[in-house]
Every structure is written in structure tokens, then in C-alpha cells.
């Protein structure tokens, strides 16, 4: 659960922001080019550690990752210039296309099973939600108390943890399973299935919203209410709560009514869309809150119901390999995160904070209605056999699909 995806602490600067906000131009440019620099790496890497992930298994390119961030946090507690801390922050992007992917993958491959699949991916959401919010404040904290050097230390025992756990589970060496597993579908295929595409695309808008805004809601908080360094700390906290109920209760709509998965992600959207234009009407910190939550509530509802649905979609249309397609996910997430710390301080220059989040708030509202297409993906039933996957005869089992859909239609 220490992993760390797009959306996961490792986005957000354990650092409190000790610069001025008006500290000239060059330093903000500067330290979003920083903040973007993980998720570009890993954008770049996925579509690679997907098609490694799905030739040699799920442990060993966790462990490298880890092994990767281990090296790259490190490397930050020393650091002593700004090329230095931006190769840690591109090595942290390198661990993450490794580690995120090929955890999640994991997760999926072991728990093959329905609702099983949901409440296990869900699990993960869950931790990924408490490094991502609850990682400032806590680094904040042990920041100015402890030194700039102890939170990197801490996360790097935390990478260390993470390995030596993972080897007593699951070494690489040991998983013989290898041999046999089917030749997964290459990720290029995958991307141009339009029920992934669709999936995708919901999976980058509705992270839009908290990528954008967390780059720039701390100065918008001190200019329009006066917001203490305190508020502007714990702002994104309170949110790791209606994450973790939304996660909660989307995996037991999904064990219950399995069909409307499309519906949860879609209800998600258009939560996120209403509380992102909320966010700029809010007068204080209490009021903020609010639409915070409802936007991390929202994006629960849409991870939880959509994660599981990439693996299905694999299951039936494709061959149930799934480094691929959750590289594809990673790189959604990571769309998001790259543009935020650029983009978002342009836009609210340009146009203003409140127009930025409107035009946030519209993109989620108007997708929303896109999940419609996924309607039917429940009832799709896998069409090729196991011998047809072992004798690499890939455009027959999409074209079995296409028959079989045209059959039923």
C-alpha cells in the first residue's frame, strides 16, 4: 500500500511553501517546472514499464521502483543545488512508473474475482489517498521541527520497508508462474480500444480538478481570506476522509449492483464538476473545506469504479496481462500532474482562479454523460480461448469480439 501513483504524495511537495508568493516569476517557474518534472518522466517511461511489467511479472519491477525511490529520496535529503533536486524529482517519476504500475497490475492479477478485485484495488485507493493528503501537512510538521532533511529520510525508510516486506511476500525469483503467462496484448492496441480510451479520458479530467488546484489555491487562499501558513497546511487533510468513504461506498454499490459501474464513475464526475465551481464562492477556510471534499469524494467514486473496469475490459476484449493497461492509467493520472504545476499558475494569471475552476468544473460535468458508452461492457463475456491466446493469434479474439457484439445487437 506504500504505493505512490500519479495522484500519490509524492505530486505534492512535503515542503511547506516557505517562498514569498510574489518571490519574481523565474522562482515559480522554476519550482513548477520541479513539481511537473516526476509526472513528465513518468508519462514518458509507462508506456515501457507496462510492456516490461507484462514480460517479466508483476514483483520484480515493484521492487526496482522502490529500489528507485529509495534512491531518489535519499538523494533529496542531501541535495544541495537546484539540478540536483530536479534529478531526484525526475528519478522519483522513473521509481513511480515502475512501482504504481506494477502494483496496481499486481493487485489485479491476484484477485482475479469480482467483488474481491474491487474491495482490494479499493484498499489501494485508499492508502494512495493518505500519502497524497495527508503527506504535506506531516512533512510540514516534521519540517519545522525536525530539520529539511528528516521527511525525505523518513520516506526513504518507508521505500526500504516497503522492499524487504515485498521480498518476504512475493520474491521475483520464486513466482514460476512466469513461464506460462499469455503474451499480453502491446499497449499501443490497448490504446486505441475505445472502451479504454474512454476510461482513460475520465481518469486524466476528473484528476484535473486537484492537480490544478493545489499548485494554486494556497495563494488564492492567503490573498482573498487571509489564510495562516497553519490553514494553508492543512487544507487538503480534511479531504482524505470523504475519500476513504467514497472508495468505501463505491466497492459496496459495485458488490452489490456490479452492472451500474459506469454510473458510479459518472455520479463521481459530476460531484467533482459542481464542487470545483463551489471552490472560488467560498469566503473562509471552514467554507473551502467543503468543495475539497466533494471533489476528493468524487474522484473515490470515479478511481474505485473505473481501476476494476480496466481490468475487465482487458479480461474480455483483450488477454488478461495487465501491466499495459494500468501503465495507460498511470499515464492518465500523470497527464494531469505534469500540466498542473505549469498550466494552472498561467491560467489563474491570465484569466483569473475563479474561471479556472469553473472551466474545470464544465469539463468534469460535460464527460460525465461520455460514461454512458460503458453501459454495456458488463455484459460482455470473453471470447477467445486460452489455446487461441498461447498461439498469439491476437486480431482473431477482437474480431471474435466485434461477431459477438454485432450477434447480440
Known amino acids: 500500500g506504500g504505493n ?25 517557474v522554476q519550482i513548477g517546472v520541479l513539481f511537473a518534472s516526476k509526472a513528465m518522466l513518468q508519462l514518458l517511461v509507462n508506456p515501457l514499464s507496462g510492456t516490461l511489467i507484462d514480460r517479466v511479472g508483476y514483483e520484480a519491477p515493484l521492487l526496482a521502483g522502490l529500489a528507485v525511490m529509495f534512491l531518489s529520496t535519499t538523494t533529496f535529503a542531501f541535495a544541495q543545488n537546484y539540478a540536483t533536486l530536479f534529478t531526484a524529482r525526475s528519478l522519483q517519476g522513473l521509481g513511480s512508473a515502475f512501482a504504481d504500475t506494477a502494483g496496481i497490475a ?17 484498499t489501494a485507493l485508499a492508502c494512495i489517498s493518505f500519502g497524497s493528503l495527508a503527506a504535506p501537512p506531516f512533512g510540514g510538521v516534521l519540517y519545522e521541527f525536525a530539520g529539511q532533511r528528516v521527511p525525505f529520510l523518513v520516506l526513504a525508510c518507508v521505500c526500504l520497508l516497503d522492499g524487504v516486506l515485498l521480498l518476504a511476500l512475493a520474491p521475483p525469483w520464486a513466482s514460476g508462474a512466469r513461464a506460462n503467462m499469455p503474451v499480453g496484448t502491446p499497449i499501443h492496441r490497448l490504446m486505441v480500444d475505445p472502451y479504454i480510451a474512454v476510461v482513460a479520458g475520465a481518469l486524466a479530467t476528473c484528476n484535473i480538478p486537484l492537480a490544478f488546484l493545489e499548485p494554486t489555491i494556497a495563494n488564492w487562499m492567503k490573498e482573498s481570506m487571509g489564510a495562516s501558513e497553519w490553514e494553508v497546511g492543512l487544507t487538503w487533510l480534511p479531504a482524505f476522509f470523504p475519500h476513504v468513504l467514497g472508495v468505501y461506498v463505491t466497492v459496496r ?39 475539497l471534499c466533494g471533489i476528493c469524494f468524487g474522484i473515490a467514486l470515479v478511481d474505485t469504479a473505473l481501476l476494476p473496469t480496466l481490468a475487465f475490459l482487458v479480461d474480455v476484449r483483450h488477454v488478461s496481462v495487465y501491466g499495459s493497461v494500468y501503465a495507460i492509467a ?25 474561471q479556472l475552476n469553473l472551466g474545470m468544473g464544465l469539463a468534469n460535468v460535460l ?13 460482455m463475456k ?28
Open 4 to 28: 505512490e501513483r500519479g495522484s500519490g504524495g509524492a505530486t505534492r511537495s512535503p515542503l511547506p511553501a516557505r517562498y514569498p508568493a510574489g518571490a519574481g516569476g523565474n522562482e515559480d
Open 106 to 122: 499486481l493487485i489485479a492479477d491476484r484477485y482475479a474475482e469480482e467483488p474481491a478485485r474491487s474491495r482490494a484495488l479499493g
Open 253 to 291: 454499490l459495485a458488490a452489490a449492483y456490479p452492472h451500474l459501474q459506469w454510473f458510479y464513475g459518472a455520479l463521481g464526475m459530476a460531484i467533482i464538476g459542481a464542487s470545483s465551481c463551489l471552490v472560488p464562492a467560498c469566503r473562509n477556510f471552514g467554507q473551502v473545506i467543503v468543495p
Open 330 to 354: 498511470d499515464i492518465s493520472y500523470c497527464v494531469a500532474y505534469a500540466l498542473g504545476p505549469i498550466v494552472a499558475g498561467q491560467i489563474v494569471h491570465t484569466m483569473g482562479f475563479a
Open 367 to 379: 464527460y460525465a454523460p461520455v460514461l454512458l458508452l460503458l453501459k454495456n461492457v458488463c455484459q
Open 382 to 409: 470473453p471470447s477467445h480461448s486460452e489455446r487461441n491466446i498461447l498461439l498469439e493469434e491476437g486480431p482473431k479474439g477482437l474480431y471474435d469480439t466485434i461477431k459477438m457484439e454485432e450477434r447480440k445487437g
